[in-house]
């Protein structure tokens, strides 16, 4: 059965930092990519990162990219997003997602490219 279990979220002050974590089990037959999105309440889910599992390549949404950072440890099948400088738009439920290797767009940054889902982590910022 394919996991992906998040991890890392929490209340934090403004101005703070964080990293959230999303590790992958019983993926086959491996990962091209991992993506984070994010909900905000009232809100649609939006992109905010990604990384190509292969490579490490990343991309990032334009909004976010000043403050985010993308990582992944191939050897434990986890990726990371370590989110500085928060502030109250940060606020939202924070998604990880894994897409099997199928020939798609290098960087994938809709959710419809993605295969799998995590259980979602709230982050909440505190003014």
């Known amino acids: 059965q394919v996991k992906l279990v998040e991890a890392g979220g929490g209340e934090v002050q403004a101005g703070g930092s964080l990293r959230l974590s999303c590790t992958a089990s019983?993926?086959?037959?491996?990962?091209?990519?991992m993506g984070w999105f994010r909900q905000a309440p009232g809100k649609e889910r939006q992109f905010v990162a990604t990384?190509?599992?292969?490579?490490?390549?990343?991309n990032y949404a334009d909004s976010v990219k000043d403050r985010l950072t993308i990582s992944r440890d191939k050897a434990t099948n986890t990726g990371y997003l370590f989110i500085d400088n928060l502030n109250s738009e940060d606020t939202a439920v924070y998604y990880c997602?894994?897409?099997?290797?199928?020939?798609?767009?290098?960087?994938?940054?809709?959710?419809?490219?993605?295969?799998?889902w995590g259980q979602g982590t709230q982050v909440t910022v505190s003014m």
């Open positions: 990384i190509n599992w292969f490579g490490g390549s990343t």
């Open positions: 019983n993926i086959t037959p491996s990962i091209y990519a």
């Open positions: 997602a894994a897409s099997l290797p199928r020939g798609g767009p290098y960087f994938i940054t809709t959710g419809g490219g993605y295969d799998y």
